[in-house]
């Protein structure tokens, strides 16, 4: 007794230090909220404000991904992330759930981002009443014997109920009758009915009695179940068989084999014959789950390992086991064995990835979150102790968190996708088990673009050599640049900057295709205008915020033999290329009869020009120079010759495919006196013509002087209103000496021609600059300061000698101003036009390089009388040599300083100051006919 009293004393200790270490670690792995709810509830039914209990924003619960992420029980609850309400998601069934067990709770692990937290819900299922105490048969036969001493028990079958506690199985109530009763015994939680004889039975009085057993739950209202039973009267055994112990105990590991026997009952019967015979057998309300596991020799009491053990299933069982004879009726005895499974490392450690983030951007800082890794190892003890390991070479790194057995995975480094994009992660887990166990986790990691390369060329800068003549809208060149980054921010688009400055912005002309970077001419390009230009094409992505880069192209244009030669003396008044000349029958060899001046917009061969002579009526009395274009008489004429002869001149180039132009000169051989009449025929017939325009003309002219002599005054005023150097817009201005009449400035649309009267008696040189067109004119009234510089602009980009600008060139300059401009004679240069000026006693002269090269069209001017030249006009002739500067983009001004005089002269384009000039010469040349005429009558 005392023995018994000390292990129940120790019993009750070991209990309460279980019940105390329960309460302190409890806390460690308890939820932080835990809920009550009934089973049975509807699907949507509210269990509770779960995001307001954890302290969330309700706002940014959509955002942050706010979730359940817990294993198999995650599909019975939802929460809603718009109102952050935990509500059921489907209806639970606590018997189901639970398996009978009196807590049932229900652990949801909730996840929310950004950043990520972990927060842990429980969820209790309180039992509702809603199953009724069933048996496991309908009827139970007892057998026994009349002489049966009353208040014998009888086990009956207990009722099972799927509920629990309260709702469980409380009581038993036996249908009314004489001879027995209901008792219960509570056993391991359990109430067992008993049959209690409280009166004998009289086999002659009654064999057999039927009585309804009724099992009533606890529930409200109540529930209950029959069982029916059978009592027939006999003559029994009136010895049941005893176990050698109440209970037995038993520890085997989970891995034993199918088989292992675990324990050997032991029970006896005082009886003899078949009533002393012992049969084995588990209790009726034994689990089927538990019948699959153990089999129980009904001879021998032997207890086998029938299927697989599993500890973290199971931890013990219980077996209800009972011995009872063969006798008639058999007597029984109860017994339980209580089988407990050893721990064995048999489970891998786990790893459940709760929040996976397999995108990082290259950015990112280090200690940036990927992902959390939850680890578990169903083992117990050392067998579920677990060390974590990443794979080596990766710029991550593993860290625990403050919640056991939760690890973060975070970046280490700095990442660059351009060097390594993907990431292969591997993580292990190794529990301390023997033999240890490992698992592994493959983590794929992509590593976003940012915008932080800017596109590159190729090459910087490129070289784009264009033929002129292009087709207007076709492409030229293609450029193409490539950017390290991928997707939009490698999206490329292309444009050329503009707005340079007018003159020498080309980029205006040109557009890009802004996704292919095939760049296209907006218009032909004329190697005569322009030779070379640069333009800048921008490449930028489409990142956010946009890199770029520029690369300069520079364009060379490649001539074509693309412009005819133009004939610019002979020109007829309808602007054909034919002319008259009249040479006097008296002549000798060599004399010039005429020059031939031609020029070609393009350069090199293509602008070398030779000249022939394709149709002549007498090819002994003429030639033609192939080079200069001067026609010379090769004889003397005599009598025979003809009087009018017809020359038919080809000017053509030196291109692959030459270009050519014809003029046609007419020479009329007169009589020397036959030549001065007819002059003066002309001029008296000009003289009637202009006679008639006197009037409106003096009108006119002195319109224009009033005019002038204000914008004078108003320059003056101005110019003296500002500190800055009195010049003009277009022109320098300078001073110098000489005798140049006049100048005429034909303009046509943004066109200019300025044709320069040959009446210059200043000393010139034509200084080389950048371009070849700057002329500077010595000034001889201010020597002590040195020279001045007149700066010519070059001609227009579309400048282009027209018929109707030929024409008015030679009826303009040819024919109304062939008295005045005597002398000095003028040129054209060809690529820039300079000016320049010779005394009146020189005559100029233009001819081509012998050999082609670099400028060798260039027009070269010197001064000296030509080969056979007269050194004088006659009245009514074309010069042969016109002073033109085409494409001059200012009014020239002329300073004449005779005797020393400042006076400004203006000549204005008018037909008034024309009809003065050439009656004033007419009247001279009258009066010098007449001095003649006396002369020879004097002799």
């Not at 995001?51 to 599909?75: E, H, M, Q, W, Y």
């Not at 001879?299 to 199971?314: N, S």
């Not at 169903?378 to 056991?404: A, H, M, R, T, Y």
């Not at 050519?660 to 001029?683: M, Q, R």
Request: aromatic share 6%; charged share 25%; net charge negative.
């Amino acid at each position: 007794m005392e023995a018994g009293g000390q292990r129940r004393k120790w019993a009750y200790w070991w209990i309460a230090l279980c019940f105390f270490l329960l309460l302190c670690f409890g806390q460690q792995v308890s939820a932080q909220i835990r809920y009550s709810i009934p089973e049975e509830l509807k699907e949507g039914s509210v269990v509770g404000q779960i995001a307001k209990d954890l302290g969330l924003d309700v706002s940014t619960l959509i955002n942050r991904r706010f979730r359940i992420v817990s294993g198999s029980n995650d599909a019975l609850f939802e929460v809603n992330q718009n109102n952050g309400v935990l509500y059921v998601h489907k209806k639970i069934d606590r018997e189901e759930l639970c398996d009978g067990n009196d807590a049932c709770l229900i652990n949801l692990k909730m996840v929310v981002e950004d950043p990520l937290e972990i927060h842990y819900v429980g969820v209790e299922v309180t039992d509702v009443n809603d199953n009724s105490p069933t048996f496991t048969e309908e009827e139970q036969h007892f057998e026994i014997a009349e002489h049966t001493p009353t208040g014998m028990r009888f086990q009956i079958q207990a009722a099972r109920d799927a509920d629990t506690t309260v709702n469980n199985v409380q009581s038993y109530k036996l249908s009314h009758n004489e001879h027995f009763e209901v008792e219960t015994k509570e056993r391991h939680d359990e109430k067992i009915p008993l049959l209690v004889l409280k009166k004998a039975l009289d086999r002659e009085n009654g064999a057999e009695h039927r009585l309804i057993l009724t099992a009533i739950d606890g529930g409200n209202p109540p529930r209950s179940g029959n069982l029916n039973i059978i009592v027939t009267v006999l003559d029994v055994n009136d010895n049941r068989p005893v176990f050698s112990q109440d209970s037995y105990s038993v520890m085997v590991k989970e891995n034993a084999a199918i088989g292992t026997v675990l324990v050997k009952l032991n029970a006896t019967d005082l009886d003899e014959g078949l009533n002393g015979v012992v049969e084995y057998a588990f209790g009726r309300n034994l689990k089927r789950k538990v019948q699959n596991l153990f089999i129980l020799d009904s001879a021998t009491g032997e207890i086998q390992i029938k299927g697989v053990l599993d500890f973290e299933e199971t931890e013990v069982y219980k077996l209800d086991v009972q011995a009872s004879d063969k006798g008639q009726p058999p007597l029984a005895a109860e017994s339980v064995v209580m089988i407990k499974v050893a721990d064995i490392n048999d489970n891998a450690p786990e790893i459940d990835l709760t929040s996976l983030s397999n995108i990082v951007s290259e950015d990112s800082k280090p200690g940036t979150v990927i992902s959390l890794i939850s680890i578990s190892d169903k083992d117990s003890g050392i067998n579920g102790k677990i060390i974590l390991s990443v794979s080596d070479n990766v710029p991550f790194e593993l860290k625990p968190s403050v919640q056991e057995n939760i690890y973060s995975l975070v970046t280490k480094g700095k990442l660059d996708r351009e060097l390594v994009s993907h990431y292969d992660i591997t993580i292990k887990v190794t529990d301390l088990g023997q033999p240890p166990l490992s698992s592994f986790k493959s983590l794929s990691v992509q590593v976003s673009d940012v915008n932080d390369n800017s596109p590159e060329f190729s090459q910087d800068p490129l070289e784009l050599y264009l033929v002129e003549n292009n087709a207007p809208g076709a492409s030229v060149m293609s450029v193409s640049a490539f950017d390290k980054d991928v997707n939009e921010n490698a999206m490329i688009t292309y444009y050329i900057i503009r707005g340079g400055a007018a003159q020498n912005d080309m980029s205006s002309f040109l557009n890009i295709n802004s996704e292919t970077g095939v760049v296209y001419a907006l218009k032909s390009f004329d190697f005569e205008v322009v030779r070379k230009f640069q333009f800048q094409v921008v490449a930028k992505d489409s990142g956010t915020p946009p890199l770029s880069s520029n690369v300069t192209v520079n364009v060379f244009i490649l001539d074509q033999n693309d412009n005819v030669p133009v004939i610019l003396y002979p020109v007829s008044a309808n602007g054909s290329a034919e002319g008259v000349e009249e040479i006097p029958r008296n002549v000798n060899a060599g004399h010039l009869v005429t020059k031939v001046r031609a020029y070609d917009a393009d350069i090199g061969y293509n602008g070398w020009l030779l000249f022939s002579l394709q149709e002549v009526s007498d090819h002994s009395l003429f030639s033609l120079d192939r080079y200069t274009g001067q026609i010379r008489t090769l004889r003397s004429f005599t009598e025979t010759d003809e009087a009018q002869h017809k020359l038919l001149i080809l000017v053509k180039d030196n291109g692959n495919v030459s270009l050519s132009a014809t003029a046609t000169v007419i020479v009329k051989v007169v009589e020397p006196k036959e030549a001065f009449a007819a002059s003066d025929v002309k001029n008296t017939v000009k003289d009637e013509e202009e006679n008639n325009l006197t009037f409106y003309l003096i009108i006119t002219l002195g319109s224009v002087s009033v005019l002038f002599v204000i914008s004078i005054i108003v320059l003056i005023v101005m110019q003296c209103s500002k500190s800055t150097d009195c010049s003009s817009k277009y022109l320098q201005d300078t001073n110098y000496d000489g005798t140049l009449c006049h100048s005429i400035q034909y303009r046509s649309g943004d066109k200019r021609y300025m044709l320069v009267g040959p009446r210059m008696s200043i000393g010139s040189t034509i200084v080389p600059g950048s371009n070849g067109n700057t002329l500077v004119i010595p000034d001889r009234r201010r020597r002590d300061s040195g020279e001045s510089t007149l700066k010519l602009k070059g001609p227009g980009a579309d400048w282009r000698y027209s018929a109707s600008l030929r024409a008015g060139m030679q009826s303009s300059v040819h024919m109304e101003e062939s008295s005045v401009m005597q002398g000095a004679q003028g040129v054209l240069v060809q690529n820039w036009p300079t000016v320049s000026s010779a005394p009146d006693n020189e005559g100029g002269e233009v001819s081509p390089p012998v050999g082609a090269g670099v400028d060798s069209n260039s027009w070269h001017f010197r001064y000296g009388a030509g080969p056979g030249g007269p050194p004088h006009l006659k009245p009514g002739e074309v010069p042969p040599e016109a002073f033109i500067i085409p494409g001059s983009p200012a009014i020239i001004s002329i300073r004449q300083g005779q005797d020393g005089d400042d006076k400004s002269d203006f000549i204005s384009f008018g037909k008034k100051e024309e009809a003065k000039k050439k009656k004033k010469k007419k009247k001279e040349k009258k009066d010098k006919r007449e001095k003649g005429k006396d002369d020879d009558d004097d002799d």
